[in-house]
């Protein structure tokens, strides 16, 4: 293996040495760990969120006429010196999930580092180089081809005048990137992934790409390796790749035309092609390094399993729905119920840890992360509370074996008896116990641990 040495540059600091340049921006460490440099990471523009996800800076629900939140950040948000500065060394993780003292061994694959301001073509771009040292995550980028990524961070927001449903973002305080399959800053803000010049045109590789995007059903993979192989040159030519970092995230309307440019020709070789690489790749040929060939079996187990968690993440958010929606309501499901079950998680954590906010995640995730993220809200929160003058009324719900020892049913049951208890005590009511009422008279009851209990109970009976 030859080693590869990187030359100083004073705008990145003290370089990192690595050994081997595996892509065009992509490195390996003596320790194995992967460099990805030249990351985008956030950008300037508009981003749409839905209304659960968002609070303005008054506390109160962010809210649009059709349920969409348009949020605009500009280049004096995104490249202020403390927002830059913010992000400086956080974690990379997979997928969202909120980092604290007592999460980040779980969830940190890697950090980020020589956060700044790109240039050129992306000027409109957060650019971060990141240091991925745990396998999983190391393999997501260079075997699952998972490669766009999402900030994870907290933010105000500010309604716009004379546009409903339009806010501002301002005051950006990095916590997390998460490496994810889809982010919402869009294709560009992704790792790079250009090839070396002696990798490119392997035989194999977009047919590949074309049988396992259908298995997935990924619609984007498969016009991509669509159009990768009706550009492959027949009859044995080859088109020079192109290592300009510049052309690698062309404009859209300009790969467009570059697409167009001689499809006549190229469709009149594309079913030799397809069918070549069909066949090759159900007899298991080609000319890719057989150890580094993916298990067909391995990967449908891999989706089966995501399936069958993302199934019971939805069904347990449903359940939590329902218990939370009062009698005579619409019940909601599917996206809504998570949307419903999120908005009262965030509600009840703000009255058991004032000034606790949850950070901006994307609600494009799969269900099992939005789950998690509802889950792990509620943790923080009680463990705030049982650190805050709250602490005795809260201490009630929890056994002595701490918040992370609850199940989630039991942590749901807790954290809205939990929540109801404060919220109560606020009003100014006065309890004689865990199961007490109001003394004075005319008051409405206190919805307490025994009653959620009961009603958990009358739900599951059914």
């Keep these: 293996m030859r080693l590869h040495t990187t030359d100083f540059a004073p705008s990145r600091g003290t370089d990192l040495y690595s050994i081997e340049k595996i892509g ?43 349920g969409v939140v348009r949020v605009a950040r500009d280049e004096a948000q ?26 980040a061994s779980e969830f940190s694959k890697g950090f980020i580092r020589n956060v700044r301001r790109g240039g050129g073509d992306l000027a409109d771009y957060l650019l971060a180089d990141l240091v991925i040292r745990s396998r999983d995550a190391i393999d997501a980028i260079e075997k699952s081809g998972i490669r766009e990524v999402s900030p994870g961070y907290d933010a105000d927001y500010e309604r716009i005048d004379g546009k409903p449903g339009h806010y501002s973002q301002g005051s950006i305080i990095g916590n997390h990137l998460a490496i994810v399959e889809r982010g919402r800053g869009g294709r560009r803000v992704r790792v790079g992934d250009n090839e070396r010049k002696q990798m490119a045109f392997k035989k194999k590789t977009w047919g590949s790409r074309l049988l396992n995007a259908i298995s997935t059903n990924d619609e984007e993979g498969v016009e991509e390796a669509i159009r990768d192989g009706s550009q492959e040159a027949p009859d044995g030519e080859r088109v020079e790749p192109t290592l300009d970092r510049r052309t690698r995230d062309e404009d859209p309307m300009t790969q467009c035309m570059a697409a167009i440019s001689g499809l006549g020709e190229k469709i009149d070789t594309l079913p030799g092609l397809v069918a070549e690489a069909v066949a090759k790749a159900l007899a298991g040929t080609g000319d890719e390094d057989p150890n580094n060939k993916p298990s067909d079996d391995a990967d449908k187990s891999k989706r089966e399993d995501e399936k069958r968690q993302d199934d019971e993440a939805r069904s347990e958010t449903e359940d939590e729905a329902e218990c939370l929606t009062e009698e005579g309501k619409r019940i ?56 805050g003058p709250n602490k005795a009324l809260v201490a009630r719900y929890v056994p002595r074996k701490g918040v992370r020892a609850m199940t989630n049913d039991a942590l749901f049951t807790a954290f809205n008896a939990a929540g109801e208890a404060v919220r109560n005590q606020n009003r100014g009511s006065v309890f004689s116990g865990v199961t007490g009422r109001p003394e004075q008279a005319g008051d409405k009851a206190a919805v307490t641990a025994a009653d959620i209990n009961e009603r958990n109970r009358a739900f599951y009976k059914r």
């Design 78 to 103: 995104l490249f202020n010196a403390r927002t830059v500065s913010s992000f400086e060394g956080v974690p990379v993780t997979l997928g969202h999930h909120w980092i604290t003292p007592d999460t």
């Design 24 to 66: 065009d921006t992509r490195e390996r460490l003596p320790d194995g760990a992967l460099l990805c440099r030249d990351v985008p990471i956030a950008r300037t523009g508009q981003m749409e969120y839905d209304e659960s996800e968002l609070e303005d800076v008054n506390g109160e629900r962010c809210t649009s006429p059709d």
């Design 332 to 387: 909601p499901t599917g996206d809504a119920a998570f949307s419903a079950v999120r908005q009262a998680t965030v509600s009840t954590a703000a009255i058991l840890a004032p000034g606790y906010k949850p950070g901006t995640m994307d609600s494009a995730s799969p269900s099992r992360e939005k789950r998690s993220g509802i889950i792990e809200i509620r943790r923080l929160a009680l463990e705030s509370a049982l650190a």
